[in-house]
């Protein structure tokens, strides 16, 4: 992560720092022309001086267009650094989040309720904007204290010097002392925003669910909860930040106005000259003025330092939990998603032509056995069947295969997981709870590839002679095959065509759904297809049509169903009995 973070001097964000350090050392410059200008312009008015007064008044001016384009350009650089760490940070979470299967064991093998959306949108815009604000609030203040410390020891000496870093250092230590817990609150408060959001994200994905069961006051009731938890905390660390607040003015803005005018009536004690000379009245009032100015600046300063420890103990917060997020997905890619299971030896192979299990236990999160040390075979050609009662881990042996559950022990062979343009696929997982994603009708059919890589498939399949070249658009020829083969040919009309965007799960009915996940079967024509009860909403007939289509296509499909049915298209049976280990394997008499 700090790789991350930390810029190197050849890189974009390098020279962006850079930038920053030049612009905080011109602002720190001007600010002490400025504070000279105020002292100066005292003298000349009691020195009726109208020359040298014009003259300063031009100067002036060309130190406020400077200064007009130094604040400016330091807030936009501050932005870009926050934009930039935010880039570099959401590229980095999502490779480790996108890969491998860590979205799925991060949100449902994690021990813990982890809010990953809420980590990678939100808290991660604040971490790099209060990240950007933090740098640059560390390089003015640190300038700015040594540049008019050294401006201090020209006019006070020693002992002004002293006097001023003595009153910083007891207001730190005070200050320091009384701060509260600001990272711990900001953590949880969040957490509790994260909580509340997917409240309302899951009402959003169950409304019609809800609305049968007439829910509306039970969902109120838990989102008011959730959100009268979040409102407490927030009143809370308001509340703390108020009280702060008014202790870190006092210390940091309104104290300091005494120290400022002992060291001004210290410096005019120690000031030789007749005081009835109109040039020494000058130059005295121009020290005073200038020296108010520093002190003032130097107090500012130790204003700024003391709100760094602050700001940095909130910015914690949000360090924490995304680093959080980060060993999560880091633990994810070594296989360790928090279920604190001892592994014992296990193997898993490729193969394009078989699938096996050689004394496998297909083991939950949890630690429950629902299969002890299975062993079965399913080559092309001799579909199996897998039953039993529910929650006994008919699809549990899916996720085993499939990567999402570890192999804790014995020996699994299967097909190459990857689907792509090139090489096609060995293996097509479809799912009991449909998946519709963001896009067009032509989207659903030829996912998880884009239009560009399914075109390509297609193509290659006609050149090798495996399909009849269609009309001049090859891959909607082919998609509209597919849809009537599944019995959804209706929808390129309903619908309006290939390119219609819709909200699909809103749309289609779950029949349609399934079937339209049968239809993305056929389009990849693996070799193996694991079905997960994703035929169990539409109707026998057309569930036996579907079975007798991939039978035709030459796929070998393994599933989960209690369909008398579906027996017929099935060589073997495996049949976990009760969920606690126990399983029989039969053959299938056709």
Not at 260 to 265: K, V
Not at 308 to 327: A, D, Q, T, W
Not at 564 to 583: Q, T, Y
């Amino acid at each position: 992560m700090f790789k991350i973070l930390v810029p190197t001097v050849l890189d974009k964000q390098g020279a962006q720092l850079l930038a920053v350090a030049i612009l905080v050392l011109s602002r720190t410059w001007i600010s002490d022309r400025i504070a000279s200008l105020n002292g100066t312009t005292v003298k000349y008015v009691l020195e009726q001086d109208k020359a040298a007064f014009v003259k300063l008044i031009g100067i002036s001016v060309l130190q406020s267009a400077a200064s007009s384009f130094v604040a400016p350009s330091l807030r936009h650089l501050t932005a870009l650094l926050a934009l930039g760490w935010r880039i570099r940070l959401t590229k980095h979470l999502l490779r480790n989040y996108l890969r491998k299967n860590a979205y799925y064991k991060v949100i449902h093998m994690s021990r813990e309720n982890v809010d990953a959306d809420q980590r990678l949108t939100q808290d991660l815009e604040k971490l790099t904007t209060d990240l950007s604000g933090l740098v640059t609030g560390m390089v003015k203040p640190t300038v700015d204290i040594l540049w008019f410390t050294w401006r201090m020891k020209l006019l006070t000496g020693r002992r002004g010097v002293a006097i001023l870093y003595a009153y910083m250092l007891l207001g730190l230590g005070f200050l320091r002392g009384v701060t509260p817990d600001f990272g711990d609150l900001t953590s949880r408060e969040q957490q509790l925003e994260g909580t509340f959001r997917y409240m309302h994200e899951r009402l959003r994905t169950h409304a019609e669910s809800v609305a049968f069961f007439g829910g509306g006051a039970r969902e109120r009731e838990m989102i008011e909860s959730r959100f009268g938890a979040l409102f407490d905390h927030s009143m809370l660390l308001l509340k703390k930040k108020w009280l702060f607040g008014i202790i870190d003015d006092f210390i940091t803005k309104q104290l300091p106005h005494n120290v400022t005018w002992g060291l001004s009536l210290l410096y005019a004690m120690e000031h030789r000259g007749d005081r009835a000379m109109t040039s020494t009245q000058g130059e005295l009032a121009h020290a005073l003025r200038f020296l108010a100015s520093v002190v003032s600046q130097s107090f500012l300063a130790f204003g700024d330092i003391l709100e760094l420890h602050r700001k940095f103990l909130e910015l914690s917060g949000g360090i924490n939990r995304i680093f959080e997020l980060e060993e999560l997905l880091d633990a994810a890619q070594h296989g360790d998603s928090g279920s604190g299971s001892s592994r014992s030896k296990s193997t898993v192979l490729d193969s394009d032509d078989i699938i096996s299990f050689y004394k496998v236990d297909i083991i939950t999160p949890t630690q429950k056995v629902l299969a002890r040390q299975l062993t079965c075979e399913i080559v092309p050609g001799q579909s199996l069947l897998v039953t039993g009662p529910n929650g006994s881990g008919k699809s549990s042996i899916f996720r085993v295969l499939r990567g999402l559950w570890p192999v804790v022990n014995g020996r699994l062979i299967k097909p190459h997981q990857q689907i792509n343009s090139e090489s096609g696929c060995h293996i097509f997982y479809v799912p009991q709870r449909p998946y519709t994603c963001l896009g067009t009708l032509r989207d659903q059919i030829i996912y998880p590839l884009s239009c560009d890589e399914a075109e390509k498939r297609v193509s290659r399949l006609i050149e090798e002679g495996h399909e009849s070249v269609g009309p001049t658009d090859i891959l909607d020829a082919h998609l509209k095959t597919i849809l009537e083969n599944v019995k959804l040919l209706y929808l390129l009309e309903r619908e309006g065509g290939w390119d219609t965007s819709q909200n699909w799960e809103d749309i289609l009915s779950l029949g349609e759904q399934q079937r339209l996940g049968m239809a993305r079967l056929f389009f990849h024509k693996p070799r193996f297809g694991v079905l997960d009860e994703c035929t169990n909403a539409t109707s026998v007939d057309v569930e036996e049509h579907l079975y007798r289509l991939a039978s035709d296509s030459g796929i070998t499909v393994i599933t989960s169903s209690q369909r008398p049915a579906l027996i017929p298209f099935h060589s073997v049976e495996l049949r976990l009995i009760d969920g606690e280990g126990k399983w029989e394997l039969r053959k299938i008499e056709q």
